[in-house]
Nanobody, 113 residues
């Protein structure tokens, strides 16, 4: 059974940093591209970042230079390092297995001004 568990969210002041982690189980993690998406209050879910099985990355323009996605296949974990956070980064962040469209439950990130 496939499982995803996100961790690392919380409350931080603008300009601060958080590290989100997503640990997968029940699949050959190294074979799958992984992604992070977020949903702000009253808004649609949006793409944040993704990393392919070979380590190629892509992030949305609004977080370029601030967020970094990485993976550790030995630990079945994908990480989103978020620096210089802004209030508009507030939302629920979801981990996703792209090929099978499987989502984690999400984790709250709140950035205060």
């Amino acid at each position: 059974q496939v499982q995803l568990k996100e961790s690392g969210g919380g409350l931080v002041q603008a300009g601060g940093s958080l590290t989100l982690s997503c640990t997968a189980a029940g699949l050959t993690f190294s074979s799958y591209a992984m992604g992070w998406l977020r949903q702000a209050p009253g808004r649609q879910r949006e793409f944040v970042a993704q990393i392919t099985s070979t380590g190629s990355t892509n992030v949305t323009d609004s977080v370029k230079g601030r967020f970094t996605i990485s993976r550790d296949n030995a630990k079945n974990t994908v990480t989103l390092q978020m620096n210089n956070l802004k209030p508009e980064d507030t939302g629920v962040y979801y981990c996703r297995i792209l090929a099978i469209d499987y989502w984690g439950k999400g984790i709250q990130v709140t950035v205060s001004s």
